[in-house]
């Protein structure tokens, strides 16, 4: 059976790209995650509260989780 063009692309970009960076998937997602915030942080100024980046934070975790368990083969 032929893996999906989306399985394939997560498949290459972990094998592949991650790899030649030196980074590791869990170490990709945090960086990922810290650039969002910061992005978050210098876009919205002072509207972005502590509870709105605790809530970000979390959205941003239960992605990574959702991500992960499609890499890991659950």
Known sequence: E?????????HSWKGLCLPA???????????????????LEKCLG????PATRAAWSQLYGA??????RGWNGE
Request: aromatic share 10%; charged share 10%.
């Open 46 to 49: 002072p509207t972005f509260t």
């Open 2 to 10: 032929k893996a999906s063009p989306r399985h394939q692309f997560f």
């Open 63 to 68: 992605v990574v989780q959702a991500m992960s």
């Open 21 to 39: 960076l030196g980074m590791t998937v869990p170490l990709a997602l945090q960086a990922v995650g810290e650039s969002l915030l910061y992005m």
